[in-house]
């Protein structure tokens, strides 16, 4: 079993950043991708990024593309998520989650899940 645990959330305004961390525990942290979901109030959840275990490949969703940097430190078992040029629209609860999938892009082939860290943006 494999737990993850988000932190780095939080109340900043429009403009700002946050930097988010996912630490990973159990008896074998697995050689999978990580990636980041989003879920806003009344929204689906939603792709954000993603991460290769080498690190060697990013994936971004187009409406942050260019202002969040995912990267992963496998000495620490920890993956980061910065995120520049906050936007009000980028309130969500933030999840991190981690499994052997297919596409880095669909939530439902990831097999564990951290349980959110909130990130509000204030115009």
């Known amino acids: 079993q494999v737990q993850l645990v988000e932190s780095g959330g939080g109340l900043v305004q429009a403009g700002g950043s946050l930097r988010l961390s996912c630490i990973a525990s159990g008896r074998t942290v697995p050689s999978y991708a990580t990636g980041w979901f989003r879920q806003a109030p009344g929204k689906e959840r939603e792709f954000v990024a993603a991460?290769?275990?080498?690190?060697?490949?990013?994936y971004y969703a187009d409406s942050v593309k260019g202002r969040f940097t995912i990267s992963r430190d496998n000495a620490k078992n920890a993956v980061y998520l910065q995120m520049d040029s906050l936007k009000p629209e980028d309130t969500a609860a933030y999840y991190c989650t981690t499994g052997r999938v297919h596409s880095v892009r669909v939530g439902s082939e990831y097999a564990y899940w951290g349980q959110g860290t909130q990130v509000t943006v204030s115009s």
């Open positions: 991460i290769t275990w080498s690190g060697a490949s990013t």
